[in-house]
């Protein structure tokens, strides 16, 4: 009897120590993230979040046909807040000259990212959408 107390003591003592690792840890996992919020032909609404550590110093976006080799428009944010807490913002799009611009009612593959000074992705979100 002894040893399944002790045992199940261990137990429970191993899987509270894992669920304080695991509380404390997903912040830090969910800190660099970015998502589409709102597409439209001239702009794309993004939510983000990221750390200082991160070395983010803009937001990209390139919008296009879905099976195009290359977006017909593009834009940056270079003014973001890495302060870990959660940040909204607009970017405003211009047009790339390959193709015809984004417009209403068209399906659009839309790409954003979290971007370091060499434009290497932190973080990214890539959709397929209809524009409004």
Same mark, same amino acid.
């Given at each position: ?41 001239? %702009? ?8 200082? !550590?991160?070395? +983010? /110093? ?5 919008? =296009?046909? &879905? ?10 944010? %270079? ?8 940040? !909204?913002?607009? +970017? /405003? ?5 390959? =193709?015809? &611009? ?20 932190? !973080? ?9």
């Amino acid at each position: 009897m002894a040893t399944i107390r002790n045992s199940l003591r261990a137990t429970l003592v191993s899987a509270a120590a894992a669920t304080a690792v695991i509380a404390t840890a997903a912040p830090a996992f969910a800190a660099n993230s970015i998502d589409v919020t709102g597409i439209g032909p001239a %702009n794309v609404g993004v939510d983000y979040s990221c750390d200082a !550590s991160a070395g +983010v /110093v803009a937001i990209k976006v390139m919008v =296009g046909e &879905p099976q195009a080799d290359s977006p017909s428009a593009t834009g940056a944010q %270079n003014s973001v807040t890495c302060d870990g807490s959660n940040q !909204s913002t607009v +970017v /405003v799009l211009t047009g790339t000259g390959q =193709g015809a &611009p984004p417009a209403a009612g068209q399906t659009v593959q839309v790409r954003v990212a979290l971007v370091d000074q060499t434009d290497t992705v932190i !973080s990214g979100q890539n959709k397929v959408v209809s524009l409004a």
